[in-house]
């Protein structure tokens, strides 16, 4: 199993590839399907939103058995996202957990707009102190927000307690955020030690 630091590489490699059109699309064949079939070592986490045009087996170039890979409006945090994040953490292995927004998420675009009905307000609800600290910010409101929202949720998960936070601090796991851009297919992972946006 890779460290956090190694994962990280892979994921940025990968993601070089994607955006500059040379994905090589591996552990995609019948071969690597049938050998996971009775275990799978995921080097990363990916806590993504539910976007359609999100992948992140493909904005990573990864393949079958490489991601664990969890996906939620908004790419927001609750007891089953944690708990999924635990698994992956204490049973598969896995060093790096990665949270993804990405640019123009609809998700937070409704919780900037105070948009409400349904479900709907649970969701805008976890989103809503990314979106008042963005609102201190220069710049675009909702590109703030969905940057602070990756910060915050990291944040969430670094003190999640009794199984992450112990990971993270004993157990050489890394949470780190990271935005999309849709426009150009880059993924930036932010240096929560020097982004002005941390919570």
């Given at each position: 199993?890779?460290?956090?630091?190694e994962?990280?590489k892979?994921?940025?490699?990968?993601?070089?590839s994607?955006?500059?059109?040379?994905?090589?699309?591996?552990n995609?064949?019948?071969?690597?399907?049938?050998?996971?079939?009775?275990?799978?070592?995921?080097?990363?986490?990916?806590?993504?939103?539910?976007?359609?045009?999100?992948?992140?087996?493909l904005?990573?170039?990864?393949?079958?058995?490489?991601?664990?890979?969890?996906?939620?409006?908004?790419?927001?945090?609750?007891?089953?996202?944690?708990?999924?994040?635990?698994?992956?953490?204490?049973?598969l292995?896995t060093?790096l957990?990665?949270?993804l927004?990405?640019?123009?998420?609809g998700?937070?675009?409704?919780?900037?707009?105070?948009?409400?009905?349904?479900?709907?307000d649970?969701?805008?609800?976890?989103?809503?102190?990314?979106?008042?600290?963005a609102?201190k910010?220069?710049?675009?409101?909702?590109?703030?927000?969905?940057r602070?929202?990756?910060?915050?949720?990291?944040?969430?998960?670094?003190?999640?307690?009794p199984v992450?936070k112990?990971?993270?601090?004993?157990?050489?796991v890394?949470?780190?955020?990271?935005?999309?851009?849709?426009?150009?297919g880059e993924?930036?992972?932010?240096?929560?030690?020097?982004?002005?946006?941390?919570?």
């Amino acid at each position: 199993m890779v460290n956090s630091s190694e994962a990280l590489k892979l994921l940025k490699e990968g993601n070089k590839s994607y955006r500059e059109g040379k994905s090589a699309f591996p552990n995609t064949d019948v071969a690597r399907r049938d050998s996971v079939v009775g275990s799978q070592e995921p080097f990363a986490v990916i806590i993504g939103c539910a976007d359609s045009r999100v992948v992140p087996e493909l904005v990573f170039d990864t393949g079958i058995g490489d991601l664990f890979v969890i996906r939620v409006a908004g790419n927001i945090i609750d007891d089953a996202v944690t708990a999924s994040i635990e698994y992956a953490v204490s049973n598969l292995g896995t060093k790096l957990v990665v949270v993804l927004g990405h640019e123009s998420c609809g998700a937070v675009t409704a919780a900037v707009n105070e948009v409400k009905g349904g479900h709907l307000d649970a969701l805008t609800k976890a989103i809503r102190p990314a979106v008042e600290t963005a609102s201190k910010q220069d710049g675009d409101k909702v590109d703030n927000a969905i940057r602070q929202n990756a910060v915050n949720m990291t944040n969430l998960l670094r003190n999640s307690e009794p199984v992450i936070k112990d990971m993270v601090e004993n157990k050489g796991v890394e949470v780190v955020p990271a935005y999309y851009s849709l426009s150009t297919g880059e993924v930036e992972f932010i240096n929560v030690d020097q982004n002005h946006v941390v919570a």
